[in-house]
Every structure is written in structure tokens, then in C-alpha cells.
């Protein structure tokens, strides 16, 4: 049921719509029917608890991953474990196909690495 909107408001119009239009929508799973008024309040009162629930399940996601995150969990995927080969080749200068055929990154991965390499030392804080 909670699939025939994406929120409260986005339901009752799929259902308003249908009922003017003289189509009642069945729930085969729960046996629920927006046939007649109580049938239309049951079916707005159900989407109204999974919106709130599903509210729920986002505001403890992010409290977990804002954890995470405070614990020092880093998200995303792994470095190709070649990398660190693969930066100082680069930091020797040495050429794309040099590089990619000795660790076996990717073209796309080389360019990244050099764009951080770029970054790092922009960003570098000056010395005295």
C-alpha cells in the first residue's frame, strides 16, 4: 500500500482520483478497499502511519551515520590497493601507460590520483 504514493498527500489524491472516476482499489494482501467512506479514511489513516514511520526509519539512518562519522567510519568505496604505488610512480612522472600497466589501475583512476595530487598541493599550507 505504501507504494501507491510517495507521501500522505501523494496518496489521497491516487485515491481521491480513482473514487471520482468510480474505481475502488483493493488491497489483496490485507483484504482493505477504499469502497465507501470508511474504507476511504482507513486507507488515508494506513498511509498517514507509513509516511510517519518511514520518517522514522530516515531520522535513525542519519543518526547512525552521523555517528559513524564522529566514531571516524569512513564511507564509500576502498582505494584500489595499488594506489600508493600508483602515486609515486606518478609523483616520478612517470607516463600513463607506464603507470597503469605496472599496478593495473585504471586510466580513470590515474587522472583522479594526479587531480589529487594537483589538489594536495594547492591546497598545501606554505612553508617558512
Known sequence: MDR??????D??????????KGIAIRF???GLS???TMGK????????VAEA???RILERTNDGRIAALAAGVKFGRK???RTPVA?????????????TEKTGISRATYFRLKRKIKNDAKNAPLSQ
Not at 501507491?4 to 498527500?9: F, M
Not at 602515486?87 to 603507470?99: C, F, H
Open 41 to 48: 479514511m482507513v486507507i488515508q489513516i494506513l498511509a498517514a
Open 79 to 81: 582505494n584500489h590497493p
Open 28 to 30: 489483496l494482501e490485507n
Open 11 to 20: 496518496m489521497i489524491r491516487v485515491v481521491d482520483g480513482c473514487y471520482k
Open 87 to 99: 602515486l609515486t610512480l606518478i609523483l616520478q612522472g612517470e607516463a600513463l601507460s607506464r603507470v
Open 4 to 9: 501507491l504514493g510517495r507521501n500522505t498527500a
Open 53 to 55: 514511520e518511514h520518517e
Open 34 to 36: 477504499t469502497e465507501g
